[in-house]
Nanobody, 123 residues
Framework: QVHLVESGGGLVQAGGSLRLSCVAS????????MGWFRQAPGKEREFVAA????????YYADSVKGRFTISRDNAKNTVYLQMNSLKPEDMAVYYC????????????????WGQGTQVTVSS
């Protein structure tokens, strides 16, 4: 069982930056690949970024490539999402998720989900 808690959301002006964090419970964090997803009002949840066990494999949605960076610190059981050059269309609730696999994925089933953190971008 893995319990995920996100933090770091907030209000930022367009062009600004935020760093989201997701802390996982349990001692087996390093065997999970992690993902960030987001859901805007009235829209379906969409993939943002994912990272494998060792942090050498990452995968991004085209919409955030070059602006967002996913990273992880296995010693701290934490995955991060650095978001730069934020746009109004990035505004959403951001969720982190975990799956027991070495491979980061946008489409695979994730086993555990956090409660989400709100990101608001003002234009």
């Amino acid at each position: 069982q893995v319990h995920l808690v996100e933090s770091g959301g907030g209000l930022v002006q367009a062009g600004g930056s935020l760093r989201l964090s997701c802390v996982a419970s349990g001692r087996t964090f390093s065997i999970y690949s992690m993902g960030w997803f987001r859901q805007a009002p009235g829209k379906e949840r969409e993939f943002v970024a994912a990272i494998g066990w060792s942090a050498t494999s990452t995968y991004y949605a085209d919409s955030v490539k070059g602006r967002f960076t996913i990273s992880r610190d296995n010693a701290k059981n934490t995955v991060y999402l650095q978001m730069n050059s934020l746009k109004p269309e990035d505004m959403a609730v951001y969720y982190c998720a975990a799956r027991k696999s070495s491979i980061p994925s946008a489409t695979a089933r994730y086993d555990y989900w956090g409660q989400g953190t709100q990101v608001t971008v003002s234009s």
